[in-house]
């Protein structure tokens, strides 16, 4: 069999924005397919987008539609992804069988990083990272996305990891694999719906030029990987750890008693998260997305400089 050639669709923005050599901030699709309800996940992906050309970038959001890899998705296709039913959920492992056989899935955190890395993009804008969850001893459900920042060249923005991860285990796990965990313009590592945590971040910067140095040297030193920016969430956004800690054991219990497990696991806390908050937990969801957007925006204008 010949080598296949990867095939990428561009959006036309895209196109042109690889052509003029400007700024582009990758965004993941899983997000929007199976991290927030419809119709609020197709605005916040559009919001998101909008954020991104007003901080003067392009945005490029990823996915796999009938065995095709899409880097910047029309509006229409944007809605209608966000409207889809049972749409794969991408990772390392099944990005390419998802191809191979003309199937339709989302990009998760470590599926956007290669789609990415095939379209020359190094920075991407997310929610929160996938982790060790709670219980890895037993489970050891830990995402393919800690393996993903090890092996390929994305800067990474995200609000830290959600308190329905392990999250001292899962800054464990990072360090072992050499990624680098930079809080942005504090000392605390945050924590998703907090802008704080108990937690020292191993590493902090408090500028976009640091971080686009930073992921430049790496790659100049030959040193495989990418960076994790956890950017916290705005001060006026932030709901506190206490109110939500209840919540999220509800919800974990219900996932052990009811067996979820794999793929299943972070879609289903995320959904329960949002029903047990009526929402709240969205609210605050995309005050963070939209402010690492604007993050990734200036750290991807940096890297764009001659
Ligand atoms: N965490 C969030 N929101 C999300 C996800 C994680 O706060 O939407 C999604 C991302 O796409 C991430 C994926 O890459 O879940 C991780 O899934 P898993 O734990 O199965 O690797
Ligand atoms: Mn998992």
């Not at 919001?47 to 991104?52: G, H, P, S, T």
């Not at 489970?139 to 996305?145: K, L, M, P, V, Y």
């Not at 908050?277 to 991807?300: D, F, M, P, Q, Y």
């Amino acid at each position: 069999m010949t080598k296949p050639v990867i095939d990428i669709t561009y959006s036309a923005e895209v196109a042109a924005a690889r052509a003029a050599g400007q700024p582009i901030v990758a965004l993941e699709s899983t997000i929007i397919t199976h991290g927030m309800p419809y119709p609020q996940n197709v605005e916040v992906a559009a919001q998101v987008e909008a954020d991104i050309r007003a901080a003067g970038a392009v945005p490029a959001t990823m996915a796999v539609i009938d065995g095709r890899l899409h880097v910047g998705l029309e509006a229409e296709t944007l809605q209608a992804l966000g409207k889809a039913q049972g749409v794969a959920k991408l990772s390392r492992a099944d990005f390419a069988a998802c191809m191979a056989t003309g199937g339709t899935g989302a990009t998760t955190v470590a599926a956007t990083m290669i789609a990415a890395r095939l379209a020359g993009i190094s920075v991407f804008a997310t929610g929160g990272i996938g982790g060790v969850h709670k219980g890895a001893e037993q489970s050891f459900d830990i995402s393919a996305d800690l393996m993903e920042l090890a092996q390929t060249p994305v800067t990474v923005v995200a609000a830290g990891a959600k308190a329905i991860l392990d999250v001292p285990k899962t800054l464990e796990v990072l360090e072992t694999q050499g990624v680098p965990v930079i809080a942005y313009g504090q000392d605390s590592f945050p924590a998703f719906w907090s802008a704080t945590s108990d937690l020292k971040a191993p590493l902090r910067m408090d500028s976009a030029a640091q971080i686009a140095r930073a992921h430049v040297l790496r790659g100049a030193m030959g040193l495989p990987g990418g960076q994790l920016v956890a950017n916290p969430i705005p001060l006026d956004a932030q709901i506190p750890a206490a109110d939500l800690a209840p919540i999220i054991a509800q919800a974990q219990n219900e996932a052990d008693a009811q067996g979820v497990s794999g793929k299943g696991v972070t879609p289903f806390l995320l959904q329960r998260i949002f029903e047990l908050t009526e929402g709240k937990s969205l609210e605050a969801n995309i005050a963070l997305v939209r402010n690492n957007a604007r993050l990734a925006a200036e750290i991807a204008k940096e890297m764009a400089k001659p």
